[in-house]
């Protein structure tokens, strides 16, 4: 089955600063790619997504691409401010549905 | 618009007492449902999915079960209850395979 694997586990960056976060999966058969943010005691949040027909994608300060043939997909975040801090996860799904996510990265965003 | 809910919020159940999770959505129809655990070392770990009333797909063998009895009602079940099993229980569901889920706020069930 799918194996997400999430690096870094925690991530201390100056607030302006850039933060990333990447992942890895295992089934080649995965083609969809959710990122989720969350706060402390609070539910998971989509904040961006990628399917594999697209190498990039982006959202303001958020951007998220995708290397298919190394199977592995990066959360990047510019001009971190301390609202950005939190747990963030990323995951991978296929075509059974089953969506595996990593381990997740704990951002702190020092002002 | 689509609505997740899921009760209680918090739990704290005796060691080897039976345990009833419900989640239930509302403004859609066939859901796809997911129930996750979230222990204190933050990952989340998928327990049941469930494309359709009955299909249930069980991820880790465990002292856990689930069951879907309507279209958008999700249940997990233990009948002895284990210390090991204190954490945060989150069900999820979405519209679509491999689309966005959306989860509900979570049950912290803490067994003593």
């Known amino acids: 089955g799918e194996n997400v694997e999430q690096h870094p586990s925690t991530l201390s960056v100056q607030e302006g600063d850039s933060a990333v976060i990447k992942c890895t999966y295992s089934d080649s058969a995965s083609n969809y790619f959710p990122w989720y943010k969350q706060e402390l005691g609070k539910r998971p949040q989509l904040i961006i997504d990628?399917?594999?027909?697209?190498g990039e994608k982006k959202d303001q300060r958020i951007a998220v691409t995708l290397n298919k043939t190394a199977k592995h997909f990066s959360l990047h975040i510019t001009e971190t401010q301390p609202e950005d801090s939190a747990v963030y996860f990323c995951a991978a799904s296929g075509a059974e549905g089953k969506l595996i996510f990593g381990q997740g990265t704990e951002l702190s965003v020092k002002p | 618009s689509q609505t997740i809910h899921q009760w209680p919020a918090t739990l704290v159940q005796p060691v080897g007492s039976p345990l009833s999770l419900e989640c239930t959505v509302e403004g859609t129809s066939n859901p796809n449902l997911y129930w996750y655990r979230q222990a204190a070392g933050r990952g989340l770990q998928l327990l049941f999915y469930?494309?359709?009333?009955?299909?249930i797909s069980s991820e880790v063998p465990q002292n856990l079960s689930a069951s879907r009895p309507q279209d958008r009602q999700f249940i997990l079940s233990s009948k002895k209850l284990l210390l090991s099993d204190s954490g945060f229980y989150l069900c999820a569901w979405s519209p679509l395979l491999t689309t966005e889920a959306f989860f509900g706020q979570g049950t912290r069930l803490t067994v003593v």
């Open positions: 469930s494309v359709g009333i009955g299909q």
């Open positions: 990628i399917r594999s027909n697209v």
